[in-house]
């Protein structure tokens, strides 16, 4: 099975779009969407829920009321502000605990356990392009790099069972730690970028996190006849580093039509020249 990971060094580049095609396009797969921070690529895919999990990312502190003698030392230890004083009974703002367990260990009457804390959902689904493994992080909740980890654990089991040829992974733009939990031990990273100076910069930029992980890479640059000086910039960068052919989207305006109604470009606009160069892309360079 070879993994396939589809990132981009910023959010809007058209990574979606391309994962969307791809989903369509390859052949036996399991997909992943590990941008669970902002998580869309059900809004083309249009599972049907199989099966649905709490995700618990990490504990927070709780006080027991009945035990607490409001002595104050967990509220002047907490370096996170989560200690609240109401009254004269302290409790735990659970949006700024960071669960690091400091007030548990330091309390002298035992009256603050640490609790396990749901921070979102993950799902198993099926879709007409393949099984599809997917997530919802709750509002404001950190930890995503550890639920990008799980997700991606299960697809790649799944993959496992249903001898599947690749595990099609949609990452998260930038450089961080949830691309860098989508990104590892990957065959292949298809950076998504655009032609634009803010386009030029974040490519580059996550092409040296791919340098230091080791991971072959391709390029695509979507709409690059937008600014066909700066595709010329990202292309002469990728020859300088070796990378082969650059996959040069056109602007096409069937894509944002295709997104509107929420299907792939491929189902949308099967004779787009877009559609055409990602079929050649798959055929021949994947
Ligand atoms: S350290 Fe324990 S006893 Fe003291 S205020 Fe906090 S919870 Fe209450
Ligand atoms: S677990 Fe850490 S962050 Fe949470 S309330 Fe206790 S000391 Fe503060």
Redesign the pocket.
Known sequence: MKKIVVISGKGGTGKTMVTGALSDLMGKKVIVDCDVDAANLHLLLKPRLKERYAFVGGK??SIDKSLCTQCGL?HS????D??KLDGNAFS?DSL?????????HACPLHA?T?KDHVDGEWFISETVYGSFVHAKLGIGEGNSGKLVSLIRQKAEEIAVQEKADWLLIDGSPGIGCPVIAATVNTDLAIVVTEPTLSGIHDFQRVFKLLEQLKISVKVIINKYDLNTENAQKIEKFCSSKQLGRVLKLPYAKEVPLAIMHGIPITQYASDSPVVRALHNFVVNEI
């Open positions: 927070k502190a967990c230890l907490c370096r996170f989560a200690v735990i700024n605990c960071e669960g690091c367990g400091l007030c548990f603050i640490m």
